[in-house]
């Protein structure tokens, strides 16, 4: 085995969004590109000698091949040892369990999440710090810095290593280790939840659907929940991960998991139901009838965290990104806790809970989680709803609509409009922030605008500032309209519109959702100019 140079030429477009670098497959097949950027991961880290890496995906188009080349180039730059999913697979919480339990100097996660596998399909790749939590925005600056400047990269001739076999091997003088992809990250669950109660869930004939999606979570499902927990066989259905997805979207909402939607909606339909996305991160859950809001779900989550033996002693603060509703804000104050605003982005939250300010963090991307790893968690947030059900005996529709009489309801809605051409969505976004400073107290259509504003998060632990968050315009009953650009996606620009109308009255509580945010929807079309500036008379999805 020799270590080579090689000259290279700089990509542009190398910076990485809200959660890594996505781009479509075809993109990072390109000779070199992909090897710039993790010369630039490597690069921004410096001495990389003596130091983990952990190392695995979630299965898509791209990503053996791609673990192959990482593993030869982190032998080239001296890390003493590279843990790696066997088959190249491990779910992005599963990566950030194995980097804080083996104290790792960090990981590299192969994911583009939620968007679409295959050739003609997405790739993405991230990095991870030692907390388990994805870079903060000053080292994916730093490695955006440095695709703009490398000339070589490093990279050994080695062949490639049996990823399937759980086992040790070597290139270079570095040492790679093929783990289980799930028992950590299953001893971890183990002590969070009562597992004892939820198998005896199960015994007693209560009834699940898990989708998998055909994604990562499949493995890690079919282990704890038909594994350690005694589910059924059967339970845990679309569980085999495919480089495609098998053509599906692997996003869990009621769009793209309309499967698990309408077996939820049939007379025979199962107690409980859930849904995660391509990497294992989200979640989706549903109930007979009933698809719980991931703002919903955060906020029962939190009110009953005590049900949960990890959770027993108490929480310590909830964080939600900006778009979120502000229902996790009202079962923060009846705990007499805090309750903060980040930007969108996981990455904020981990500051938070590194200080130990937070417990229970979530966005509205149907990404839950807590301080036990620093990502969101989708398995996680099924587990401690089974653990919920268990305790209380109730049905999922039960436990929220007795939250909703508690707390009022948030009625909320995201409308995505996909893939609008990069300047007309650029537009949009300037045509609202020039009509910020006239909007407070304006009432338009029966509504008395409080205040507008383009959010400005300052981090309460290291002051930084991050500006241009999103567009918010709120009224003085608490209604929002929020209006951002998505980092997430690999063609054009995703503009995403947040509705939310909160209603206090129990009476007031069954209204269809785009129902009761109608008017608002209509405000937000005519202040952004939605129709004229995208040509879009709908949103490409709503959830």
């Known amino acids: 085995m020799t270590i080579h140079t090689v000259n290279t030429t700089t990509f542009a477009g190398q910076r990485p969004g809200t959660s890594g670098l996505r781009k479509k497959v075809s993109e990072f097949q390109q000779p070199a590109y992909l090897e710039n950027f993790v010369q630039s991961i490597f690069n921004t880290l410096g001495d990389c000698a003596g130091q983990t890496l952990v190392l695995g995906g979630d299965g898509r188009y791209f990503n053996r091949h791609a673990i192959q080349v990482i593993l030869r180039m982190a032998a080239a730059h001296g890390f003493a040892r590279v843990l790696v999913g066997q088959g190249g697979i491990l779910s992005t919480p599963a990566l950030s369990c194995v980097v804080r339990k083996r104290a790792a100097s960090g990981g590299i996660v192969l994911s583009a999440s939620h968007n679409p596998g295959g050739p003609d399909g997405d790739f993405g790749i991230k990095y991870n710090i030692a907390n388990g939590g994805p870079a903060p925005e000053k080292i994916t600056e730093a490695i955006y810095g440095q695709t703009q400047v490398l000339s070589e ?67 890690y499902a079919h282990a704890i929940l038909e594994g350690l927990l005694g589910a059924p066989r059967g339970t845990v259905i679309n569980g085999t991960p495919l480089e495609d997805f098998g053509g599906h979207h692997p996003d869990p909402n009621p769009v793209n998991a309309a499967e698990l939607v309408a077996l939820m909606s049939a007379p025979d339909a199962p107690d409980f139901g859930a849904a995660s996305d391509g990497d294992a991160d989200r979640n989706m859950i549903v109930g007979r009838g009933i698809a719980v809001t991931p703002s ?126 990069s300047s007309a969505a650029e537009g ?116």
């Open 153 to 219: 990269y490093r990279i050994s001739d080695a062949g490639d290593l049996d990823l399937d076999t759980l086992g040790r091997a070597r290139i270079e003088q570095m040492d790679v280790e093929v783990i289980d992809p799930v028992a950590d990250y299953a001893a971890l669950m183990t002590d969070l939840f009562d597992f004892a109660a939820i198998k005896a869930l199960f015994a007693g004939g209560f009834t699940m659907r898990f989708d998998g999606m055909h994604a990562v979570s499949g493995p």
């Open 296 to 421: 919903d779900s955060l906020a029962i989550i939190a009110a009953n965290a005590a049900v949960a033996p990890g959770y027993r002693g108490g929480i310590k603060g909830i964080a939600r990104s900006m778009p979120t509703s502000t229902a996790p804000d009202r079962v923060a104050h009846a705990l007499k806790v805090p309750c903060y605003e980040t930007p969108t982005g996981w990455k904020y939250f981990g500051n938070l809970m590194d200080a130990g300010m937070v417990t229970l963090c979530g966005e509205e991307s149907y990404g839950t989680g807590s301080d036990h790893i620093r990502e969101k968690d989708g398995l996680w947030a099924v587990l401690f709803w089974l653990n919920l059900l268990a305790a209380s005996g109730k049905s999922v529709d039960t436990l929220v609509r007795e939250h909703w009489a508690r707390f009022g309801r948030n009625y909320y809605s995201r409308h995505d409009y996909e893939a609008v051409e």
């Open 428 to 543: 949009l976004m300037a045509h609202l922030r020039e009509q910020l400073p006239a909007l407070a107290d304006q009432v338009i259509d029966g509504y008395t605008v409080d205040f507008a504003d383009d959010f400005v998060y300052k981090d309460p632990v290291d002051g930084s500032i991050a500006s241009k968050q999103g567009v918010r315009i709120v009224m003085t009953d608490g209604s929002r309209i929020v209006f951002r650009l998505s980092g997430t996606g690999t063609e054009g620009a995703t503009i995403r519109l947040y509705l939310e109308r909160y209603e206090r009255d129990v009476a007031m509580h069954d209204i269809p959702a785009q129902e009761a945010l109608a008017g608002l929807a209509t405000i937000a079309d005519r202040l952004a100019g939605l129709h004229q500036r995208t040509g879009r008379d709908r949103p490409t999805v709503t959830t």
